[in-house]
Nanobody, 125 residues
Framework: QVQLVESGGGLVQAGGSLRLSCAAS????????MGWFRQAPGKEREFCAS????????YYADSVKGRFTISRDNARDTVSLQMNSLKPEDTAVYYC??????????????????WGQGTQVTVSS
């Protein structure tokens, strides 16, 4: 089992930046594909970014590609999401997730086995 705790959310103006972090504990972090998802009010949870075990492969949703960067530090059991050029439509609760079964990066929500509690990101116009 893996426990995930997100941090770094907050209120930012459009065009600004935020960096989210997710601290993992439990089983071997480096064996998990990690992902970030988000859920806006009244909408379904959607994929943002995924990163492979090694960190060498990343995968992004079209909506965040070129603005968001996912990274991981296996020595510290953390995964981060650097968010630049934020837009009001990026407002959502952001969730960190871990996939223990899939060998590759994935945007499929059902592939992820463990989830954090989420952190709120609000982008004002």
């Amino acid at each position: 089992q893996v426990q995930l705790v997100e941090s770094g959310g907050g209120l930012v103006q459009a065009g600004g930046s935020l960096r989210l972090s997710c601290a993992a504990s439990g089983r071997t972090f480096s064996r998990y594909v990690m992902g970030w998802f988000r859920q806006a009010p009244g909408k379904e949870r959607e994929f943002c970014a995924s990163i492979s075990w090694s960190g060498r492969t990343t995968y992004y949703a079209d909506s965040v590609k070129g603005r968001f960067t996912i990274s991981r530090d296996n020595a510290r059991d953390t995964v981060s999401l650097q968010m630049n050029s934020l837009k009001p439509e990026d407002t959502a609760v952001y969730y960190c997730a871990a996939d223990g079964d899939t060998a590759q990066t994935t945007g499929a929500i059902n592939d992820y086995d463990y989830w954090g509690q989420g952190t709120q990101v609000t982008v004002s116009s």
